[in-house]
């Protein structure tokens, strides 16, 4: 295998894995630009997706109607959600509102063992899908899977750039993250806006979460944590709040994760997760608003 | 230096319970009293950062762990060291603590860390500490789980000497307690809850911001690597996901209910879901009446514990005690004795 072509096969790996993290990455984003929530509960409407589609496959229906009804079943998690325990804490300080999402994922979490006990399960991926093609004998390998995941990652950002630019509830997201009391005050129902920005951001942690469970095989009720805590990472690198900021992010992160596997000594490896958490921690002191904002203040 | 007549009485009631309870009640009600004192105290050092400096760190349980496996490592024999741990260094290797030593040191390497990881991070407030701080936890994992020759890595610690009793573990609540409630209804106290109610006007009167958050912190970690020691002492055996977010979610639990700027509504807290989950936890594993059997239900008792939260939330986010506290008559010759104290000075 020559140089080169261990070379492309870790930049497929990264765009990979990066539309993956750029997935969940947005749905925080979007819920954070209009809330400033940090929403611990995204990762478990993660979960809710990809559960979905599992039981809905293994019931007989083909792969892709199950992952609409994935997304639509977070979608309505996501609703229900805003509706029963954020709606109430809407105003309260920033702790009260992260420990509430605390305690809706611990209540998710804990109702999927319930349900689903806390093994893995199979998910049953269509063979098309786990076909893989081999470039130059094999020296560079990806699966359909690989393939859908990306393309599907950027269908649904075009579509939710034209969303956010081109419609009226799409504008009025984008005015209430800019300033929530100034777009009240010229007349913005932020109920809606907010109850449309939950959906669409839970919309996407389905998504996220029927092509992460399909890539990595298996589901169970925490699956959703890992995902969370690194898109944390990417929407921060990014530039918590802002969409592009958290596309860009996963990306990033995905590049760099790939790379330190790839090209960095055996020792360092396993430490992975340190390093990233690490970044993390670094930019919030010294770039809190991210890449994208680098003039947004440190508040006291 | 003159002990006040209700403290004595208090200490003399704490040591008839730590050395009488295991004569007159059975194991399982020692072990429930065990535990509710020990995450007593977890709960009470994570009130002093998260409570009154308004600081909310998601990063405590880190502190817990690295006490855990600091205290660990250092009262397992001489010879369980060259069995489990066969690559340890030459430094550590050679000798065994007992278990008070043990416990210190494990405090100390928990407040050292703290400095080192509070002293950026205490720069940074709402959210983004907590994230930085969760960000902090998550490396102690990872490092847990690879520096496998210190902590055997993901496999379990174990032999790690069941020297945890009772009375010990309210002999270290009784330490805790005194020293955060001295600190606490101090005038640096005061500038804690300042930093917290306003950092602003805070630091506009002169009060280092900093240097209030850190102290706070680096004292909150000391009595969590305490804790973390009489933890291992008490489990004998654990592994690195033992201190990781489910344990972070417990404590954070107890802490909100009781009221985050209490320190006997820490300790109120910690009673009432202890005695909650032991309740539900029967409940969980199923039962019979007359001819209807209800299934176990596996997670169930997370499930009410976390609706129990977000109700709290909605309709009392201070908790049951709020800044209340309960003092039993202990406050007011406290205070006085703090009074005297500073005029001395």
Redesign the interface.
């Known amino acids: 295998m020559s140089q080169l072509e261990y070379i492309i096969q870790q930049v497929i790996n990264a765009v990979s894995l990066g539309s993956l993290y750029a997935l969940v990455a947005v749905g925080l984003s979007i819920v954070f630009g209009v809330l400033k929530l940090?929403n611990f509960a995204h990762g478990d409407v993660m979960m809710v997706g990809a559960f979905t589609t599992v039981l809905l496959i293994a019931a007989g229906m083909p792969f892709i109607p199950a992952m609409i009804c994935g997304i639509a079943a977070s979608a309505i998690a996501g609703f229900l959600i805003e509706r029963i325990?954020y709606r109430?804490?809407r105003n309260?300080p920033?702790?009260?509102r992260?420990?509430?999402s605390?305690?809706?994922t611990?209540?998710l979490e804990?109702?999927?063992?319930?349900l689903f006990?806390s093994s893995p399960r199979n998910f049953p991926l269509p063979d098309i899908l786990n076909s893989s093609w081999q470039l130059s004998g094999g020296a560079i390998t990806f699966t359909n899977i690989n393939v859908l995941t990306v393309a599907l990652t950027f269908v649904s950002l075009i579509g939710l750039g034209w969303f956010i630019t081109r419609t009226t509830i799409g504008l009025g997201m984008r005015a209430a993250a800019e300033d929530m009391q100034a777009a009240q005050l010229v007349g913005l129902d932020v109920n809606k806006v907010i109850i449309v920005a939950f959906v669409v951001a839970s919309a996407y942690a389905g998504l996220a979460g029927v092509l992460w469970a399909a890539q990595a095989g298996v589901v169970q009720p925490q699956m959703g944590?890992t995902p969370l805590?690194k898109a944390?990472?990417a929407a921060?690198i990014g530039g918590f709040g802002s969409i592009s900021g958290a596309l860009l992010g996963g990306y990033m992160l995905g590049a760099l994760e790939i790379f330190i596997v790839a090209f960095l000594p055996d020792t360092v490896v396993?430490?992975r997760?340190?390093i990233v958490?690490?970044l993390?921690?670094a930019f919030?002191?010294f770039r809190?608003g991210g890449l994208l904002q680098p003039n947004r203040e440190?508040?006291? | 230096m003159r002990i006040p007549l209700a403290i004595a009485a208090a200490i003399v009631l704490a040591a008839i319970v730590a050395f009488g309870a295991p004569h007159v009640v059975g194991d399982y009600f020692v072990r429930v009293l065990l535990l509710i004192a020990l995450n007593s105290i977890l709960v009470l050092s994570l009130s002093l950062s998260n409570g009154f400096t308004g600081v909310f760190s998601l990063g405590h349980v880190g502190f817990i762990g690295a006490g855990a496996y600091a205290a660990g490592i250092l009262s397992l024999t001489v010879q369980q060291k060259k069995a489990l741990l066969p690559h340890l260094p030459d430094l550590l290797n050679w000798f065994s603590l007992p278990f008070l030593p043990a416990t210190l040191a494990a405090g100390l390497f928990a407040a050292i860390l703290a400095v080192i990881v509070g002293y950026p991070l205490m720069r940074l407030s709402g959210y983004f500490v907590s994230v930085a701080t969760m960000g902090f936890l998550i490396i102690v994992n990872v490092v847990l789980i690879n520096a496998s020759d210190f902590t055997r890595g993901a496999r379990t610690f174990t032999g790690v000497p069941l020297a945890t009793t009772l009375p010990w573990v309210i002999g270290w609540l009784a330490v805790t307690l005194l020293v955060l409630s001295r600190l606490v209804y101090s005038p640096f106290g005061r500038r804690m809850k300042a930093v917290r109610d306003d950092t602003i006007a805070a630091s506009a009167v002169g009060i280092s911001v900093l240097r209030a958050r850190l102290l706070a912190f680096v004292i909150g970690a000391f009595f969590a690597g305490v804790g973390g020691s009489l933890y291992a002492h008490y489990l004998g055996s654990f592994s690195p996901n033992t201190f990781y977010f489910a344990m972070t979610m417990n404590l954070i639990a107890m802490l909100v209910l009781g009221g985050m700027g209490s320190l006997s509504g820490a300790i109120i807290g910690v009673v009432c879901v202890s005695i909650l989950s032991e309740l539900l936890r029967g409940f969980e594993r199923g039962f019979t009446i007359g001819d209807f059997t209800v299934p176990a239900l596996f997670g169930a008792s997370q499930i009410v514990l976390g609706f129990l939260f977000i109700l709290i939330m909605i309709f009392r986010p201070k908790g049951i005690m709020g800044d209340r506290e309960l003092t039993f008559g202990l406050s007011r010759r406290s205070a006085n004795h703090n009074h005297k104290e500073g005029k001395d000075r």
């Open positions: 940090t325990a109430p804490i309260a920033d702790v009260t992260l420990l509430t605390l305690a809706v611990y209540i804990n109702l999927g063992i319930l006990t944590f805590l944390f990472v921060i396993p430490y997760d340190a958490f690490a993390l921690i919030l002191l809190p440190i508040k006291l």
